[in-house]
């Protein structure tokens, strides 16, 4: 299970590309140097540059290249562009209690709201910059503890009755 779709996953691999390749790229060297679906991310880079997240130029030497103020634009905020929001669940993204048939009764829903608000906190405390450029500068992503894994792959050892 992913957090983030494909799209959100292709977009901010397209703006790590143009982030370190200042003078910019275009869709087929993209695509090339990630092996990724042509449309896909010529549909992607329209899309970032219609939220003013990359500029186009036309012409013979024309393509795309990071806005300048990118670099200073919170991984929350690309989220909440290019995903309309970031979700951990349905209840949590929606006012509506239709949104899921157990709503009433849901003893999560309280739990899940804080933890996705924790999560969100973190997204919100990471730029683009700090992402692409861990060296830039100190930032929230460095102070996260690095968590164990281990508890997630190891098997469950059944207690003897």
Known sequence: ?????????????????????????????????????????????????????????????????????AGAVSLAELLEEVEDGFQLTLCNHTTHDDACSHSAACTMKGPMAEVHQRLLGVLCGVTLAELFDPKARPSALHELPMLNTSCCSAPVESSPA
Not at 43 to 57: A, D, P, Q, R
């Open 1 to 69: 299970m992913t957090l983030l779709s494909r799209k959100a996953d292709y977009a901010l691999v397209i703006l790590s590309y143009l982030f370190q390749h200042k003078e910019g790229g275009n869709a087929r060297t993209i695509k090339d140097q990630f092996g990724l679906s042509h449309s896909f991310v010529a549909n992607i880079l329209k899309e970032l540059c219609k939220k003013g997240f990359v500029t186009s130029h036309r012409g013979v030497k024309g393509g795309y290249a990071l806005a300048p103020s």
